[in-house]
């Protein structure tokens, strides 16, 4: 219960506490959103990351020229997660590389926790530049359990060296 008389208003302790809630709620929500730790969890549809990926000048492709998630043959972004995104673009930033996405989170890639199909990882063509900056500026990291050869950046994202494409697991937002 609150009054107003002059310039002076009184307030309830439940009244109070509820401001002071609010207050606090609007605080972390703000705190969170300038961390940038807001929404770089969250799944994104397909049309959503093939728009972002557009604007941001990066290709991709598909051996059956489609984006059914179900269909190993396409390449799709269904449930891709922002942070892979920003990620992506990120990379393309800092290596001046042109970049053409052949995978995403569509069937046909091994499973797990960080994986194509939740949203973790995308496959990049095999490029000389890429190649070149990703060689040049991550750490070597040893290889795979099948042999393939990782390279770690600072970010903590891991590019493996599958022959034909890379494979990057993005853990962030960084390259």
Known sequence: MESI?????TLSTPTLR??????????????????????TATAVTHASAASQFSAAG????????????GNSTCTSFEG??????????????????????????????????YSHGTGYKLDFSRTTCL????????????????????????????YADEGNHWDVLYYSCGC
């Open 5 to 9: 008389s002059g310039d002076t208003m």
């Open 18 to 39: 509820l401001r002071t809630g609010s207050v606090l709620a609007a605080l972390l929500l703000a705190v969170v959103g300038t961390l940038g730790l807001a929404g």
């Open 58 to 69: 990066i290709g991709w492709t598909s051996s059956g020229g489609c984006s059914d998630p």
């Open 80 to 113: 891709i997660r922002q942070a892979t995104i920003d990620g992506a673009i990120t990379l393309k930033n800092a290596s001046g590389c042109g970049l053409t996405i052949t995978g995403g989170t569509e069937t046909g890639h091994a499973g797990g926790t």
């Open 131 to 158: 190649t070149s900056w990703v060689h040049n500026t991550y750490t070597y990291s040893g290889t795979r359990s099948d042999g393939t050869p990782l390279y770690t950046a600072a970010s903590g994202n891991v």
